[in-house]
């Protein structure tokens, strides 16, 4: 496992008590799968009883989050586009990006399974099947990280669906609205883990987990703080707090302890 090296005189200046920060706050755009799970509810209050610093969150798809990240609209960014996330640290509109935990995405989809997805070797195949299938397939369509992961998946499978046709609903909406509109539709969905198995009307819902456990759906989550050279008012200082808390002991462990109500760890910490 890796460790987060951090120069004491850092740490000393950042890892002040909690009663240093009293009344300070730092604004941070993070995933709707992170505030579906219900881990920003569970995880936040933990990071403010330990430094003293607020966290208004902003609940949004990543690219969404990224833009408002890019404008200098929050201090802070919780996402997972890991690849997208690295350029534009390389492009100079973030600092300090560490992975902070991971999961994956499973494609969910009608109990009877008409494409024949749930044998397929790999994602991409079971893309394939369902558009050479045309099975009602729902998309959130709104350029989050789960969307940019399906579009990656519809590129390897040869194809990428078009928004006339009639089989492919892109829908704008957030994670959870998505999967009920998939069960009302009858339509496969792609969709992170955690999320599903946070979802308290799941057993209500006509959908099944098909597939499972290919590596392009793999899920990693990182946080990185917005370059305050672009931007006034950015606090990299109470932002720096956030990303150390993540990356900590404390952190990792209160993260890899979040389960929900039947038992089931939603998201893996990275250290």
Sequence with gaps: MRK??????????????????ASESIRVASTTSTQDSGLLDYLLPLFTKSSGIEVKITAVGTGEALELGKNGKVDAVFVHAEDL??????????????????????ILGPKDDPAGIKNTANASEAFK????SKSTFASRGDNSGTNMRENRIWASSGKMPSRSNKWYLSTGEEQAKCIRTASDKQAYTITDRATWLAMEDQQTLNLDILFEGDPI????????IVNSTNHKGIDYRLAMNFVIWLTSKEGQQAIGEFKDSHGNALFTPNY
């Design 217 to 224: 759906l793999f899920n990693q989550y990182g946080v990185m």
């Design 85 to 106: 996330e690295k350029q534009l640290v390389e492009e100079g509109f973030f600092l300090d990006r560490k992975n902070v935990m991971y999961n994956d995405f499973v």
């Design 4 to 21: 987060l090296l951090i120069p004491l005189f850092l740490i000393s200046t950042l890892l002040l008590p909690a009663a240093a920060f």
């Design 129 to 132: 099947k369902i558009r050479i």
